[in-house]
């Protein structure tokens, strides 16, 4: 299982920030999705988008629905292995 962190810096809240939102929905569609998070830090307009699938190729088979010029793919994700997890 895998966590995927994009962030995002003051992103344009009329265009950007609806694109991001707009491609959240088709998540739940794609084989893999687990869960998804988008985060606005405190007293700024920095945004954090977390989300977990199966495996990276899950990721990878979701980010190609949602086309190139989508902020999400633009934006680097980092990559993290889920050692343990607790809830």
Request: net charge negative; hydrophobic share 35%.
């Amino acid at each position: 299982m895998i966590n995927v962190f994009h962030t995002f810096q003051s992103p344009d809240l009329n265009t950007v920030l609806p694109e991001i939102h707009n491609s959240l929905q088709s998540m739940g569609n794609v084989s893999g999705f687990k869960y998804v998070s988008l985060n606005q830090k405190e007293n700024t307009q920095d945004y954090l988008l977390v989300s977990k699938w199966d495996d990276h190729a899950a990721y990878e088979n979701w980010k190609r629905t949602i086309g190139s010029n989508n902020p999400i793919v633009q934006a680097t994700p980092e990559f993290l292995n889920v050692m343990e997890e607790r809830y």
